[in-house]
DNA sequence: TGCATATATGAAGATATAGTCATATACTCA
DNA sequence: TGAGTATATGACTATATCTTCATATATGCA
């Protein structure tokens, strides 16, 4: 990272900026291991439709996602492998920081006994 | 990543929405490898002082960066190692994407002539 | 060809956020 | 103790963004 020019680092913040939204992560949990259509991911993220389509929007806008056309049916996809990885990568470390608050605090509630 | 919680992705959002800034990059990129103080921070990134003081406590909230103090002089680092590894797997990820785009836009205009 | 379904888009409103300016606070030192 | 320096915070403005509602577009089928 060091080495990346200002453009890059941009470039950077809008991927970033793409998955930082609760709505975004979950239809990415949603595509987590299969494609699935518009119809599929609304049902899974509780989503409105048309606020559904938007958010896709702006994930295949940054390469996050991408998508086919089946009929009027729109199947989209993770962009490619490299995108779970980030994703595994970021959700494992926020998961073990979110365990690791709870076992500290158990421990002082022990401890006050 | 599918097996998370709806309230632990909204803690996924909030810290990828923290770095997901430009100004805050590259803050992160001056601390790649070490502790600096605010005023370096400041001549590195070219953010103005208060702003700059600002996406500090955005990025020491998210527990992206830490402080120690020592006199009048607030020193900053990456919090933990797991930070460094998930900005230089993101930064490696987006930077390949930009030399692909420029390697197939070269064939391009190679195959034009 | 018209209806039904799936999806995309424009407009509007509410909320969030980045940067600037001014000021407050903390610390050191002569 | 006051001046100087470093840093944090409040207030304000402009811009970005999320969600909803209404509507447009694309496709399939009877």
């Known amino acids: 990272m060091k080495t990346l020019s200002n453009e890059t680092l941009d ?3 809008v991927f970033l ?3 930082a939204e609760p709505t975004r992560l979950r239809i990415l949990r949603a ?4 494609e699935k259509t518009v119809s599929q991911i609304m049902e899974e993220t509780g989503a409105g439709q048309s ?3 938007k958010h896709l929007a702006i994930l295949t806008g940054a390469h996050v996602v991408r998508f086919r056309k089946n009929g009027t049916f729109t ?7 490299n995108i779970t990885v980030i994703l595994d990568t970021v959700c494992r470390s926020i998961a073990d920081r979110i365990r690791q608050a ?3 605090l158990k421990e002082i509630e022990r ?3």
């Open 11 to 13: 470039q950077v913040a």
């Open 51 to 53: 606020n559904l389509s």
């Open 111 to 113: 401890e006050r006994r």
């Open 75 to 81: 199947h989209y996809r993770i962009a490619d492998p």
């Open 17 to 19: 900026k793409s998955m």
């Open 31 to 34: 595509l987590h291991d299969e």
């Open 102 to 104: 709870r076992t500290t």
